[in-house]
């Protein structure tokens, strides 16, 4: 499975509408400004982009945030591994753009822990007053 450049993974992205902002290359490029190296794999019918943080010593620890993009990303986990063994991963964070009740793969179930993003997201409409929200 190929590592994507930004183009790619725009074209990728743009046949997978519903995905989080946190998966787009957008979002990939700004933590790059930030100390972040995101790297992007992906087939026609998944894909994940995993950002890379260096830790003393070379290593460095990866996350995904709100991902992988697409449907059987179980067949991703192999190269996932692959690229995290790589770069050194000493850990990696999967946060899939899933709701409190849905649960992952049984193959990326490992040790839970706090997520960093928010579980959902709430609109309202704000028109009229504090009462009317």
Not at 37 to 48: D, E, F, H, L, M
Not at 99 to 118: L, Y
Request: hydrophobic share 40%; with cysteine.
């Amino acid at each position: 499975m190929p590592v994507l450049d930004v183009t790619q993974w725009n074209e990728f992205l743009h046949q997978h509408p519903s995905a989080h902002l946190l998966q787009t290359a957008e979002w990939g490029e700004l933590k790059a400004a930030f100390g972040w190296q995101p790297v992007r794999i992906g087939n026609a019918a998944s894909g994940v982009q995993i950002l890379f943080r260096t830790l003393p010593l070379g290593l460095t620890v990866g996350y995904i945030p709100k991902g992988p993009v697409g449907g059987n990303w179980e067949r991703l986990l192999p190269e996932i591994e692959s690229v995290c063994r790589s770069r050194r991963a000493v850990f990696l964070k999967i946060e899939p753009d899933a709701w409190e009740d849905e649960s992952p793969p049984p193959s990326v179930v490992g040790r839970p822990a706090s997520p960093v993003q928010p579980r959902r997201t709430v609109e309202i409409c704000l028109d009229g007053g504090e009462e009317d929200w």
